[in-house]
């Protein structure tokens, strides 16, 4: 069983700053991407940022100048280090990872995409 868990919303005031940390565990053989989603409020889920394993980062404009991705391979965490707060970044925020697996029964690999529960973000104007 392979989970994220994702920890470090809350509330902040706009200007404000705050960390997420997503943690994977279980039978993992290998762990690709990592990225965070977001959603609010009767809107769709969207690209935040996403870091492969070499690396290299992706952001989303609205996250660029602001939001920082970085993981840790040897602990399998992604964090976000979110400045400048804005109420529009106001939503749940989703981590995921592309994460290799091996299936007991074949000793062979299998990828999927897992996804965390969501952390609440909210800022306050």
């Known amino acids: 069983q392979v989970q994220l868990v994702e920890s470090g919303g809350g509330l902040v005031q706009a200007g404000g700053s705050l960390s997420l940390t997503c943690a994977a565990s279980g039978s993992i053989f290998a762990i690709n991407a990592m990225g965070w989603y977001r959603q609010a409020p009767g809107k769709q889920r969207e690209l935040v940022a996403v870091?492969?394993?070499?690396?290299?980062?992706n952001y989303a404009d609205s996250a660029k100048g602001r939001f920082t991705i970085s993981r840790d391979g040897a602990k399998n965490t992604v964090h976000l280090r979110m400045n400048s707060l804005k109420p529009e970044d106001t939503a749940v925020y989703y981590c995921?990872?592309?994460?290799?697996?091996?299936?007991?029964?074949?000793?062979?690999?299998?990828?999927?995409?897992?996804w965390g529960q969501g952390t609440q973000v909210t800022v306050s104007v």
């Open positions: 995921n990872a592309d994460i290799e697996t091996v299936v007991i029964t074949t000793g062979d690999l299998m990828k999927r995409r897992y």
């Open positions: 870091v492969n394993s070499g690396g290299e980062t």
